[in-house]
Nanobody
Framework: QVQLVESGGGLVQAGGSLRLSCAAS????????MGWYRQAPGKQRELVAT???????NYADSVKGRFTISRDNAKNTMYLQMNSLKPEDTAVYYC??????????WGQGTQVTVSS
């Protein structure tokens, strides 16, 4: 089992920045992909960004150039630096970890609210 705990969400004005963190614990493996997903009210959960254990990254078009995903494998922690935030970035942000064998683990989510 893997436990994921997100932190860093909150309320920010448009144009501002936030940094999300996701700490993994439990039976963590060294080969995996971690990612951030978000879900706005009335919408489906969508991919924000992913990063492999080899630091290969992938971003949704809507956040490219504004968000940066990173990880510290020694600390089993992933980050999402969010700059130039827009009201449409408002959502619950979820941390995901996919093991080498394809099993998904999810965090409880952290609310990000961007006011206009």
């Amino acid at each position: 089992q893997v436990q994921l705990v997100e932190s860093g969400g909150g309320l920010v004005q448009a144009g501002g920045s936030l940094r999300l963190s996701c700490a993994a614990s439990g039976s963590v493996d060294s080969i995996n992909t971690m990612g951030w997903y978000r879900q706005a009210p009335g919408k489906q959960r969508e991919l924000v960004a992913t990063i492999t254990s080899g630091d290969i990254t992938n971003y949704a078009d809507s956040v490219k150039g504004r968000f940066t995903i990173s990880r510290d494998n020694a600390k089993n922690t992933m980050y999402l630096q969010m700059n130039s935030l827009k009201p449409e970035d408002t959502a619950v942000y979820y941390c995901n970890r996919r093991t080498f064998w394809g099993r998904d683990y999810w965090g409880q989510g952290t609310q990000v609210t961007v006011s206009s």
